[in-house]
């Protein structure tokens, strides 16, 4: 993967020509800063590009070349066959330490007695790295306390969406975390192939500031994930359902709900849908960055709520409660959806697309009954859809600012080896776990998880985010592939490019607040508990609370990010 960092968009960002880091102060907004205690409850940016003393980029060359080419990263190459996997790390680090790291699981958490953990600590030199592992369901809330503590081990694995939950993050990294820049900057190749190998971006997006208004203090903190692209979520329809039923694909919002009308029967147990709130704003043009884009003719930043978009989407999400379309428990935020899905309950489910796989993989083993494909991207009344992506690393794995330079560089040494990709033997133990136990291959020689493996390596996180890949990639079922390759060379002509690209922006605590209300608000109508005249007030107090702050918060930065 080439440096994905771009010249063309470091010529128009001349805000930080002189900060040098994305400071807010330095486009005319308030920012509270000081050399040992960062406070940013009035908001800050942080350039993630053009600096100077990131790891030297030196492509790792992959082991097998992808079958199918895309454009990474919003549309990722594939694997439609399993190539012979090779040893990706060729000289294995020595390691005697033991170290604890957080990380969040979904389920049942796998055992670390379990022999697939013993085999990985086999596969990279010795180190004994023991997972905490945390209900994924409330780790972003608890995070907080832990980090508040120090309560949290030798390190902790966050997720970019998670650091929503923290009132002041940029502060909390400053002071909490390992600062890695003086082992990582320059030429790493020799020692950390891999992690030299990974996109100048994931390291740029690993960087935070004492002081935003200094250059000086910009510091690498935190060991990227992987970098991706592209259009995560969606909506999967159980085609084989729409096929019995004699219902076309739908491919407008309109069509969608003519389809949960036709399908639903409350009465019988039967929704169209087990939830649906986050994936359908951008069905109705709602794609704004934090809610906010960019209006030509009124030549400002405007809110999502104050389109009249936004009452569309409303009254959809009222239609679908009044006329039993939904789940009566989908307000509770309780249900599985995955399973309603799987027994012929739903029609749809928003999803993130690898349930696509999961499904599919459900089916081959008697697990689950039909067939599943996500709905094109919608557009309402006649509008061309529209989808938002974000070139981004998924999260970062923290360290403890208590370890030594030692420790830093033996976990590192791990990171490395995690960070193999696709078509190397690192990556088959990693993602697949120990042959005859975790997986065995089938006819076409591919992996394929035992029910065991199913249930220690394949569902839960583990160390497979501990640390980005060199490059991700579509793999999988190859049918399924093939159909997802197609499908995002398809919705490329939809994409609309975040404002703020280059840049990671942390909204004003009041911003935030106001923008939880306005949510916790749209429920209420969606789910009949307000009435949807009331959309107005909800607008009015979400821009007296917080909206107008944000609207000229974001409006300084946009401008400056503009300037010719």
Known sequence: MPDSSSASSMRRRSLFKAAGLGAVGAAGLPFAAACSDLKTGEGSTQKTEGFDFLPEYKEWPLPAEPDLVGEPPHHPSAFTSYPEPVEGVTEVASGSGSYEI???????????????????????????????????????????????????????????????????????VVNSFYDLTDIVKGDISERWPLLAGLPTTSWAQSVWSKDPSDPETARIYGIPSTFNGGIGNGILARTDLLEEAGLAMPTTVEELLDAARAWSDDANGKWAFPGIDWILPQQFGLVGYDGWSWDEEQGRLVHDSERPEFTELMEFRRTLWDEKLIHPDAPTGTLDGNALHAAGKALFAQVNLVRWYEYTNLIKTGGAQGTVAPLPPLGAKGRTPVVSVNASVDGWTFLNKDLSKEQVEEILDVANWCSAPFGTKEFELMEYGVEGVDFDYDATGTPVHTEHGAKIVQAPVNLKMFSGKVQRFLTGDPEVVQKHFEWNAAAQQYIVPSLFEGVRVEAPAAAKSAAQTLSDQQNDIAYGRAELSSIPDIVETFMANGGEEARTFYTDIYKSLNEK
């Open 102 to 172: 957080t990380v969040p699981f979904w389920g049942e958490a796998p055992s670390n007695d379990d022999p697939y953990f013993a085999a990985l600590r086999d596969g990279w030199g010795g180190t004994n790295i023991n997972l905490r592992q945390a209900d994924g369901n409330t780790y972003a809330d608890t995070s907080v306390q832990w980090l508040n503590a120090n309560e949290y081990g030798d390190g902790i694995l966050l997720f970019s969406w998670m650091l929503g939950s923290h009132s002041n993050f940029p502060e909390t």
